[in-house]
């Protein structure tokens, strides 16, 4: 009988994510600065909104001088994919206390959930505490030392920190193309899916991505019920 994954499993597969997060983060905290964003209220941003692609949109929201109350719904509206992860993945948690739901609904990010959702078999809360507190870490760390440092480093440098978290995307979904042909299928009419509803331009940035994020759900049902089944067996 395989072991239930646990608390060490969930750092040690989290590792791959503080590599992408890192940098990524170290790329908000430098913006934040140049958007004359407090160290205070920067670290409080990734301490308490853990939400990458929220937190970039909410800085360049902040330069535009858009209203706190717009930013928040434009936010919250961004993050609506999260309640569809953290619905599929609480069907594979595996006699949790109620009591920690909300410390791991919290650490749940595309990211990790797509970790914790390729994972084989029942996981349980050490698991997925271990798996998002490593990547919680990561950002909070990356966010206070972009803003410290960040300057210091070369432009060149400064650039490209934003592109560690396209590398940790195919960092995920390469070793798992290989195992199930499925993710492959998946991955690729996500992308299709995404760029017909971008070029048709019937939403706008922001909601062409939550209804690619919706359509590719939609389809990972699918696609993916086999792989789905045996996990949750």
């Not at 608390?7 to 958007?35: E, N, Q, S, Y």
């Not at 206070?144 to 940790?168: E, I």
Request: with cysteine.
């Amino acid at each position: 009988m395989r072991q239930e994954p646990g608390l060490r499993d969930g750092l040690v597969d989290g590792i791959p994510l503080v590599v992408g997060f890192f940098p990524v983060a170290m790329a908000f905290g430098l913006m934040a600065k140049t958007t004359d964003v407090s160290l205070v209220d920067t670290c409080l941003f990734s301490l308490a909104v853990f939400a990458g692609a929220s937190q970039f949109m909410a800085l360049d929201l902040i330069k535009a001088g858009i209203a706190i109350p717009d930013i928040i719904l434009a936010t919250f509206l961004l993050n609506l994919r999260h309640l569809m992860m953290s619905a599929s993945l609480a069907l594979r948690l595996k006699e949790v206390k109620k009591s920690l739901l909300p410390l791991i609904a919290f650490g749940v990010t595309d990211e990790t959930f797509s970790v914790a959702s390729l994972k084989s078999g029942k996981i349980g809360a050490p698991y997925l505490l271990g798996l998002n507190g490593i990547a919680y870490g990561a950002w909070a760390g990356g966010t206070v030392a972009g803003y410290l440092v960040g300057k210091v480093l070369p432009m060149a440098v400064q650039n490209s920190l934003g592109v560690g978290l396209y590398a940790l995307f195919m960092a995920i979904l390469v070793p798992e193309m290989k195992k199930d042909n499925g993710v492959l299928l998946l991955a690729a009419l996500s992308g299709l899916v995404y760029l017909l509803i971008d070029r048709v331009a019937v939403f706008s940035s922001g909601w062409s991505l939550i209804a690619a994020i919706i359509a590719a759900a939609a389809m990972g049902v699918l696609v993916l019920k086999d792989t789905l089944g045996e996990g949750q067996g």
